[in-house]
Nanobody, 123 residues
Framework: VQLQASGGGLVQPGGSLRLSCTASGFMFSRYAMGWFRQAPGKEREFVATINSSGARTYYADPVKGRFTISRNNAKNAMYLDMNGLKPEDTAVYYC?????????????????WGQGTLVTVSA
């Protein structure tokens, strides 16, 4: 299982970014996926998750209404569209996979992780 996160960068408050996660080495369409983030000095926290078909999603309260998770099973890819970015969104963002259809919000529910991509929100 390999996951590669990309798309991070420096953005001003109120700006937008799209993160991508490309997957290989497993049957992507049979795995639920998630995005997590880790800010300096803090624990890794849940951001958003999507079930294997893409029909169901769930978000952490701090990002609800601003972030959108999606996936394209034909391309073995997952995305996180982030709008209205705030300085408190600054973190390394990780994508993760878990076998099965159902999404999950806890780090230990996932058995594979990408390397992370840094998002910095600053003026």
């Amino acid at each position: 299982v390999q996951l590669q996160a990309s798309g991070g960068g420096l953005v001003q408050p109120g700006g937008s970014l799209r993160l991508s996660c490309t997957a290989s080495g497993f049957m992507f369409s049979r795995y639920a996926m998630g995005w997590f983030r880790q800010a300096p000095g803090k624990e890794r926290e849940f951001v958003a998750t999507i079930n294997s078909s893409g029909a169901r999603t769930y978000y952490a309260d701090p990002v609800k209404g601003r972030f959108t998770i999606s996936r394209n099973n034909a391309k073995n890819a997952m995305y996180l569209d982030m709008n209205g970015l705030k300085p408190e969104d600054t973190a390394v963002y990780y994508c993760a996979s878990r076998p099965g259809s159902y999404y999950a919000t806890r780090t230990f529910d996932y058995n594979a992780w990408g390397q992370g991509t840094l998002v910095t929100v600053s003026a």
